[in-house]
T-cell receptor, first 109, second 115 residues
Framework: DAKTTQPPSMDCAEGRAANLPCNHS???????VYWYRQIHSQGPQYIIH???NNETNEMASLIITEDRKSSTLILPHATLRDTAVYYC??????????FGKGTHLIIQP | NAGVMQNPRHLVRRRGQEARLRCSPM?????VYWYRQLPEEGLKFMVY????????ESGMPKERFSAEFPKEGPSILRIQQVVRGDSAAYFC?????????????FGEGSWLTVV
């Protein structure tokens, strides 16, 4: 079973920031938080990952709480092409990454 | 730098035939993962391989499924005597090292349809 909890769906207006929450209360000290997204009929696309510190790249920002039990993925200026299922994953080790059901983010025009 | 390459992208097999799915990892990556996604469901881990070794196959069905990652050439996921329930998208991913802190990149998938 996935070790993260995400809302099943979210809406966001085009041009606004999309904030996707994730709960990973059982995360262990050496496990990273990864975010991927999957657009229909495509392979999962890596977005960002982090361990303790907040991270930012050209796609998104990742805010991890100090206790590491939750995080938020921020898409600063959502576009229609950001409509996808977003997966938050905590993991590490030889079992690869365990995907849950994710959040279906719908960007509204 | 080419990404993870999977072929074929689409494959149709009759029940009882064999399906072979190939995956070439990203350059410099020696760790390969296979995932399966059934229609309208999430991705399920199947197997994790490093060159010539199966590290974790806890997600592989016990029968008819096998995977290899030879010293030379792509990783192969082999499904023998396919049944309709095997119809799914099969995704391969690769990483440079163990997943801890390293990024896993996915291919575009191979869609298997069993008729």
């Amino acid at each position: 079973d996935a070790k993260t909890t995400q809302p099943p769906s979210m809406d966001c207006a085009e041009g606004r920031a999309a904030n996707l929450p994730c709960n990973h209360s059982t995360i262990s000290g050496n496990e990273y938080v990864y975010w991927y997204r999957q657009i229909h009929s495509q392979g999962p696309q890596y977005i960002i990952h982090g361990l303790k510190n907040n991270e930012t790249n050209e796609m998104a920002s990742l805010i991890i709480t100090e206790d590491r039990k939750s995080s938020t993925l921020i898409l600063p200026h959502a576009t229609l092409r950001d409509t996808a299922v977003y997966y938050c994953i905590s993991g590490g080790g030889a079992d690869g990454l365990t995907f849950g059901k994710g959040t279906h983010l719908i960007i509204q025009p | 730098n080419a990404g993870v390459m999977q072929n074929p992208r689409h494959l149709v097999r009759r029940r009882g035939q064999e399906a072979r799915l190939r995956c070439s990892p990203m350059k410099g990556h020696s760790h390969v993962y296979w995932y399966r996604q059934l229609p309208e469901e999430g991705l399920k881990f199947m197997v994790y391989l490093q060159k010539e070794n199966i590290i974790d196959e806890s997600g592989m069905p016990k029968e008819r499924f096998s995977a290899e990652f030879p010293k030379e050439g792509p990783s192969i996921l082999r499904i023998q005597q396919v049944v309709r329930g095997d119809s799914a998208a099969y995704f391969c991913a690769s990483s440079r090292d163990r997943v801890d802190g390293n990024t896993i990149y996915f291919g575009e998938g191979s869609w298997l349809t069993v008729v």
